[in-house]
């Protein structure tokens, strides 16, 4: 059936409009090769669309990447962007532009940048990632430096003291439950962190039946203890006591019977052994900040069935948390901070 003469030409009109009102493809010359598959890539990737390679980018082609910042896992390694709060205008940032940039809450940004701290605002998973988005935040106002996970080696342990001389020039250091022991000169103590480790355990006895879990009993249980870093001028490693099991003799008559007060007068006394140390102790301040990248790590273990009454087995879980590997970046931070 033919449409009426008026309906045919009421739809004339969409003759005359452009199928595309802009090239929203990219240009040729545009256009970005991959080194490992020679294949073209939009210019607003990091990595090959083909083969995930690392794309090299010109400082004009970073500047229309768009990053998708992947959370890491704790035991990956990464790039961390640490803010430098002396070369930033921190009034005139624009942290809803920050925020998208970073994949962070505007508020949580906000935070980051009021703390006036050098505390990381982002963890990314490659160098070519990091140098990215410190272009982007630079773009943005926001002055930052890469430091990699390697160089923080969170996962290598500080050198555990269990006493301490002091001479009058120098620091004898004697390590816990070995005979090996350490000198620093007073010149050569370079940096004093102090904070705290929070340690958490909850353990749960709970009942599985038909896919369903239910919680029949459970404890939990914290902790908290003071620990002090210490650094010399070329030892990236440091040495680290920890309230319990460190003799505080050295201390003399200063010393108490709380572990808390002798861990703050050993703080006092490595100041006014040093002076020129750089001394760090805002940790607890900055602690909540640090937890948006640095991550508190958590785990849970189970031991399988327990017996719950006559006959009766339940499972039994222990989930665990701790600020130590957090506390030991930020402390490693200071070093590398000191030294750049």
């Known amino acids: 059936m033919q449409e009426p003469e008026e309906k045919i ?11 595309q009102t802009e090239n929203i493809a990219f240009k040729p010359e545009e256009m970005i090769l991959c080194e490992k598959c020679r294949r073209n890539n ?3 990737r990091l990595k090959c669309f083909y083969c995930a390679a690392d794309l090299k980018l010109s400082n004009e082609q970073a500047g229309l990447v768009k990053p998708v910042l992947r959370k890491l896992e704790l035991w990956e390694k990464g790039f961390n962007l640490i803010i430098q709060p002396a070369s930033t205008n921190f009034s005139e940032l624009n942290t809803t532009e920050i925020s998208k940039n970073i994949g962070f809450e505007s508020g949580i940004v906000q935070k980051i940048i009021e703390a006036g701290k050098s505390v990381p ?23 930052t430096i890469i430091v990699a996970d390697e ?3 969170s996962e290598k342990s500080l050198k555990r003291l269990r006493g301490i001389e002091f001479s009058d020039d120098k620091l004898i250091l004697i390590l816990f439950n070995q005979d090996e022991i350490f000198e620093i000169s007073r010149e050569d103590l370079a940096l004093i962190v102090s904070g705290a480790v929070f340690e958490k355990k909850t353990e749960s006895i709970e009942k599985r039946k038909k896919g369903e879990r ?13 620990l002090i870093d210490i650094y010399g ?18 201390l003399g008559a200063e010393k108490t019977m709380l572990a808390v007060e002798n861990m703050k007068r050993l703080a006092v006394k490595f100041q006014e052994f040093a002076p020129q140390a750089k001394t760090v102790d805002d940790y607890l301040s900055v602690r909540e900040i640090l937890g948006n990248v640095w991550e508190i790590e958590s785990r849970k273990d189970s031991f399988g069935l327990k017996r719950h009454s006559f006959g009766k087995f339940d ?8 600020n130590l590997q957090q506390f030991t970046k930020y ?3 200071q070093w590398q901070l000191l030294n750049s």
């Open 9 to 19: 030409n009421q739809d004339e009109w969409l003759k005359d409009l452009p199928v």
């Open 42 to 44: 939009p210019p607003n």
């Open 121 to 143: 605002v982002a963890r990314v998973e490659t160098q070519n990632e990091a140098e990215v988005v410190r272009k982007i935040l630079h773009r943005y106002g926001l002055e």
């Open 151 to 153: 160089v923080l080696a």
């Open 214 to 226: 239910k919680i029949l009993d459970a404890s939990e249980t914290a902790s908290d203890e003071m």
């Open 233 to 250: 001028r070329q030892d990236s490693t440091g040495f680290r006591i920890l309230s319990k099991g460190f003799d505080f003799s050295c």
């Open 315 to 322: 499972f039994s879980n222990v989930s665990s948390s701790n």
């Open 331 to 333: 402390s490693r931070l």
